[in-house]
């Protein structure tokens, strides 16, 4: 080989070499791996995982930042402890691994973990990305924190066993589920304080709001069905059982253009669409082993869904009503975001 020749191969190598290093850009999906311990990045274009991020102990709900540079995950030091498990048998609780991770969307790293309470399981973010709000399961209280400095400002009582939290998308209140208490609670994003507290059925998990923010969708997991809330006056409008075995409301999102809202059933391995006019199901499709967490692409045409003891992610067409690919992930998939 001429000098030449090898001065072109080593320039194509090093081209070659330095796109293959390059950061994904375009759409991406990030799940938490329950078990595992870790952050699967997945590419939306190939459906292929390319990055796994370590965080630490039980990452569940995920929440991206309003400009989409940093991923929010609660991590939490509390053993697994499945329904009816006798607490007593379990080890006791790592608190140092309590906390929120704060994860750089671009360089796909973990910066830092933020220390917001005991036993964080979900958390949502404020519109301006300047506080969080995380639901404490095992203290039975909700953390505001501002960010950046890090800071709990304030701690409110919500009922035992918090877990879902959601922000209305105008930005004025969060619901915060209290599973064992089977209750709501609605929180002034502002001030913050408790504005009400809504009765609901048996241990509800998760809120999706309109995104008009006229009406709030719960799901009520050992209840069967999804209980809709006037979402401004916080009062119960409606209670809609599914039908089918084991269906166990979990997950919830609305679609982008308010008309539908799509549920994960957990044992019931399925999304329900609800009419979100009629608050009625009106379809229903099979995607895979205990589908938890759920989110829906910005255009509306694609659902995912993170199956827990599959673990895996299914893909959804909405206008097939089809799964149309399961993509390998981590260990016990349990929250998914997206960014566009």
């Given at each position: 080989?001429?000098?030449?020749?090898?001065?072109?191969?080593?320039?194509?190598?090093?081209?070659?070499?330095?796109?293959?290093?390059?950061?994904?850009?375009?759409?991406?999906?990030?799940?938490?791996?329950?078990?595992?311990?870790d952050?699967?990045?997945?590419?939306?274009?190939s459906?292929?995982?390319?990055?796994?991020?370590?965080?630490?102990?039980?990452?569940?709900?995920?929440?991206?930042?309003?400009?989409?540079?940093?991923?929010?995950?609660?991590?939490?030091?509390?053993?697994?402890?499945?329904?009816?498990?006798?607490?007593?048998?379990?080890?006791?609780?790592?608190?140092?691994?309590?906390?929120?991770?704060?994860?750089?969307?671009?360089?796909?790293?973990?910066?830092?973990?933020?220390?917001?309470?005991?036993?964080?399981?979900?958390?949502?973010?404020?519109?301006?990305?300047?506080?969080?709000?995380?639901?404490?399961?095992?203290?039975?209280?909700?953390?505001?924190?501002?960010?950046?400095?890090?800071?709990?400002?304030?701690?409110?009582?919500?009922?035992?066993?918090?877990?879902?939290?959601?922000?209305?998308?105008?930005?004025a209140?969060?619901?915060?589920?209290?599973?064992?208490?089977?209750?709501?609670?609605?929180?002034?994003?502002?001030?913050?304080?408790?504005?009400?507290?809504?009765?609901?059925?048996?241990?509800p998990?998760?809120?999706?709001?309109?995104p008009?923010?006229?009406?709030?969708?719960?799901?009520?997991?050992?209840?069967?069905?999804?209980?809709?809330?006037d979402?401004?006056?916080?009062?119960?409008?409606?209670?809609?059982?599914?039908?089918?075995?084991?269906?166990?409301?979990?997950?919830?999102?609305?679609?982008?253009?308010?008309?539908?809202?799509?549920v994960?059933?957990?044992?019931?391995?399925?999304?329900?669409?609800?009419?979100?006019?009629?608050?009625?199901?009106?379809?229903?499709?099979?995607?895979?082993?205990r589908?938890?967490?759920?989110?829906?692409?910005?255009?509306?045409?694609?659902?995912?869904?993170?199956?827990?003891?599959?673990?895996?992610?299914?893909?959804?067409?909405?206008?097939?009503?089809?799964?149309?690919?399961?993509?390998?992930?981590?260990q016990?998939?349990?929250?998914?975001?997206i960014?566009?």
């Amino acid at each position: 080989m001429t000098r030449r020749k090898a001065a072109v191969a080593g320039c194509l190598c090093f081209i070659l070499t330095a796109a293959c290093s390059e950061k994904p850009r375009g759409p991406r999906l990030f799940v938490t791996n329950e078990r595992s311990g870790d952050l699967s990045v997945i590419d939306l274009a190939s459906h292929s995982v390319v990055a796994t991020i370590p965080l630490g102990k039980r990452p569940r709900g995920i929440r991206l930042s309003p400009d989409g540079s940093l991923a929010y995950v609660a991590l939490s030091g509390s053993p697994i402890a499945p329904p009816g498990v006798d607490e007593d048998t379990l080890p006791p609780p790592d608190r140092a691994a309590d906390g929120i991770g704060v994860v750089d969307t671009r360089a796909l790293k973990l910066l830092r973990v933020i220390h917001a309470g005991t036993d964080p399981e979900q958390l949502a973010v404020s519109a301006d990305g300047r506080r969080l709000f995380v639901a404490n399961e095992d203290a039975a209280t909700a953390s505001v924190v501002e960010v950046p400095g890090d800071r709990i400002v304030a701690t409110l009582p919500v009922g035992a066993e918090p877990e879902g939290v959601e922000l209305r998308p105008d930005g004025a209140v969060v619901y915060v589920t209290a599973e064992e208490d089977n209750q709501v609670f609605a929180i002034d994003a502002r001030t913050p304080r408790v504005l009400a507290r809504i009765d609901v059925l048996a241990r509800p998990r998760s809120t999706a709001f309109l995104p008009d923010s006229s009406r709030a969708f719960i799901t009520c997991e050992t209840g069967g069905s999804v209980v809709m809330v006037d979402a401004q006056s916080h009062l119960v409008l409606k209670r809609i059982s599914f039908e089918g075995p084991n269906v166990r409301p979990m997950g919830a999102v609305s679609s982008p253009d308010g008309r539908a809202v799509y549920v994960t059933t957990g044992r019931g391995r399925t999304v329900v669409a609800i009419d979100a006019q009629n608050a009625t199901p009106s379809w229903s499709v099979e995607v895979g082993e205990r589908p938890w967490g759920i989110a829906v692409t910005s255009d509306g045409r694609t659902l995912y869904t993170a199956n827990g003891p599959s673990n895996d992610v299914s893909v959804v067409d909405v206008a097939t009503r089809a799964v149309t690919a399961r993509i390998a992930v981590g260990q016990s998939p349990w929250g998914v975001a997206i960014l566009p």
